[in-house]
C-alpha cells in the first residue's frame, strides 16, 4: 500500500491550496481516507475523512465551511480543497487509510489508521 501526498505550497490568508492523495494497493471499498496536519511543535490533529465508497464525510469543527474532502475513485485518490485559508491552518498535512469499519468512530484518530503517506507542507502567510 502507497499513499502520495501532493500540492502544498505558499498561499496568502484567504487563499486556496488543493492537496491531492493517490492511493495505490488498497480498495476505497474497504478503506476509508482521512486527512492528518501537524503544525511546528503541535500534536498530529485529523482534519477529516472520507468514506470514498459512499461519499460520506466528516471534518473537524476548525476546517468546516472552508475544507472540502471528495474522491476520484476512477484514479483511486482522494482531494482536499483547502479555502479561505488562515495562518493557523499552517502545518505538515498527511493522508492516511483507515478500515472503512472504523472510520464513523476513527476519522480523527491516527492511531487508528494503519497506512499514512508522507507529509506536504502548507504555509499560509498572513
Known amino acids: 500500500v502507497q499513499l502520495q501526498a501532493s500540492g502544498g505550497g505558499l498561499a496568502q490568508a484567504g487563499g486556496s491550496l488543493t492537496l491531492s492523495c493517490a492511493a495505490s494497493?488498497?480498495?476505497?471499498?474497504?478503506?476509508?481516507i482521512g486527512w492528518f496536519r501537524q503544525a511546528p511543535g503541535k500534536e498530529r490533529e485529523g482534519v477529516g475523512c472520507?468514506?470514498?465508497?459512499?461519499?460520506?464525510?466528516h471534518y473537524v469543527n476548525s476546517v468546516k465551511g472552508r475544507f472540502t474532502i471528495s474522491s476520484d475513485n476512477p484514479q483511486n485518490a482522494v482531494i482536499l480543497q483547502m479555502n479561505s485559508l488562515k495562518p493557523e491552518d499552517t502545518a505538515v498535512y498527511f493522508c492516511?487509510?483507515?478500515?472503512?469499519?472504523?472510520?464513523?468512530?476513527?476519522?480523527?484518530?491516527?492511531?487508528?489508521?494503519?497506512?499514512w503517506g508522507q507529509g506536504t507542507l502548507v504555509t499560509v502567510s498572513s
Open positions: 494497493g488498497l480498495s476505497f471499498d474497504d478503506y476509508a
Open positions: 472520507i468514506s470514498a465508497s459512499d461519499g460520506r464525510t
Open positions: 492516511a487509510a483507515i478500515a472503512s469499519w472504523r472510520s464513523g468512530y476513527g476519522c480523527y484518530v491516527a492511531m487508528y489508521y494503519e497506512y
